[in-house]
Nanobody
Framework: QVQLVESGGGLVQAGGSLRLSCAAS????????MAWFRQAPGKEREFVSG????????YYTDSLKGRFTISRDNAKNTVDLQMNSLKAEDTAIYYC??????????????????WGQGTQVTVSS
């Protein structure tokens, strides 16, 4: 059974940085796409970034390119999200998600079967 456990959230001032980590277990993830989504209060869950486990191809929401960087560590089975120059509007619960051969559903929450419990990121202005 796939398990995803996020860590690294917290409170940071605007302009600061945080690094989120998602520890994946329960199977071999070759062929899977790992992604980060976020959900702010009163808003829909939105795609942040994704990475294809097999070849490391990365995907980003256009508005976050240049500030957020996704990476994976094959040996540790972790996927990290480095977030720089944080803004108050980045405040949200951040979720790690995983799906096999996600294809065209990459950017949609309903394209993913496996989710972590989420980690809160709060950016104070």
């Amino acid at each position: 059974q796939v398990q995803l456990v996020e860590s690294g959230g917290g409170l940071v001032q605007a302009g600061g940085s945080l690094r989120l980590s998602c520890a994946a277990s329960g199977r071999t993830f070759s062929g899977y796409t790992m992604a980060w989504f976020r959900q702010a209060p009163g808003k829909e869950r939105e795609f942040v970034s994704g990475i294809r486990w097999s070849d490391g191809n990365t995907y980003y929401t256009d508005s976050l390119k240049g500030r957020f960087t996704i990476s994976r560590d094959n040996a540790k089975n972790t996927v990290d999200l480095q977030m720089n120059s944080l803004k108050a509007e980045d405040t949200a619960i951040y979720y790690c998600a995983s799906e096999f051969a996600v294809g065209g559903s990459l950017y949609r929450p309903d394209g993913y079967s496996y989710w972590g419990q989420g980690t809160q990121v709060t950016v104070s202005s």
